[in-house]
């Protein structure tokens, strides 16, 4: 036990294990506000768009040479401030969604193989690499770590009103159509900015889980939302710390924690939070 203790503690000396620290403790002050608007606007599916949009940003970036993150952002924020007029359609964001889903993916495989360029480094993205975090990365995840809760404390009534009914936050006043693009570009660049941490597959850790977990604990919005913050960064410490002792890798191990925790509160009585979720159809009131 000694032993193990003094290598996590030789672990923690190293450069690029502070900054996988650091930015896990910036995304789980950021990111667990993302899973709880992404639970609210009841847009699950934006998670699987946006990880094949950082895919074709990626193979963008791998054939222009440029940053392969730094496209995958970009492309994540234009694509999540393109989806909301088309969240005009019956089928909302969900048809949206799918849509964006299969031109992206198809968009990157056809660019892959036309260009000839090695895919390995994109597909890479499906894991993640935490220990090869760097100096981008934590400016991305700190920008969001203020932002996406600066605009939550600023905007939270209506943002609550957006959540709860659209027709109704509309009739009070709330720029709805701006307010749900803003949300959806800080969903969409939240996402391809966990991406290097855990993987396209496992990103659900940093975002969904927690939100999913305080559902049980807090009684509005606002405490919902604390409590997300407050599993995010006790799953995140808790889970990097035991990725190192057992010498297993991180973004499982993430994932584990935070759905160890989720099916434990699961166990505690629910309390009435239903009211901030939106309807399952989310769909942008069509100009007149």
């Excluded at 006790?234 to 991180?250: K, Q």
Aim: hydrophobic letters at 60%.
């Amino acid at each position: 036990m000694n032993l193990a203790t003094t290598d996590v503690g030789a672990l923690l000396e190293l450069l690029p294990v502070q900054r996988a620290g650091a930015a896990l403790l910036l995304a789980a002050i950021g990111l667990p506000v993302i899973g709880v608007i992404i639970v609210g606007l009841d847009i699950m599916p934006v998670r699987f768009a946006m990880m094949h949009v950082a895919l074709l940003g990626v193979a963008v970036g791998l054939i222009t040479g440029l940053d392969p993150m730094l496209c995958a952002l970009v492309a994540c924020a234009l694509s999540g401030a393109g989806i909301a007029p088309l969240a005009r359609t019956p089928d909302g964001l969900s048809g949206a969604m799918g849509l964006l889903m299969s031109l992206a993916i198809a968009a990157a495989l056809l660019l892959l193989a036309v260009s000839g360029v090695n895919a390995s480094g994109a597909f890479a993205l499906l894991w993640g690499s935490i220990l090869s975090v760097g100096g981008m990365d934590l400016v991305v995840l700190g920008a969001l770590a203020v932002v996406v809760p600066g605009l939550f404390w600023w905007r939270r009534r209506d943002i609550g009103l957006l959540l709860y009914d659209r027709e109704l936050a509309q009739c009070s006043g709330v720029p709805v159509r701006a307010l749900t693009t803003v949300l959806l570009v800080l969903v969409a660049v939240a996402v391809a900015g966990a991406i290097k941490l855990t993987g396209a597959l496992l990103v659900d850790a940093l975002t969904l889980l927690p939100a999913l977990a305080a559902r049980r604990l807090g009684s509005s919005l606002t405490s919902i939302t604390l409590w997300a913050v407050g599993i995010g960064i006790a799953v995140n410490l808790t889970g990097f710390l035991l990725a190192l002792w057992l010498d297993w890798p991180p973004g499982p191990v993430l994932v584990l924690t935070a759905g160890a925790v989720v099916l434990a509160v699961h166990f505690l009585p629910e309390r009435r939070t239903s009211s901030w979720r939106a309807p399952a159809s989310v769909r942008l009131p069509s100009s007149r």
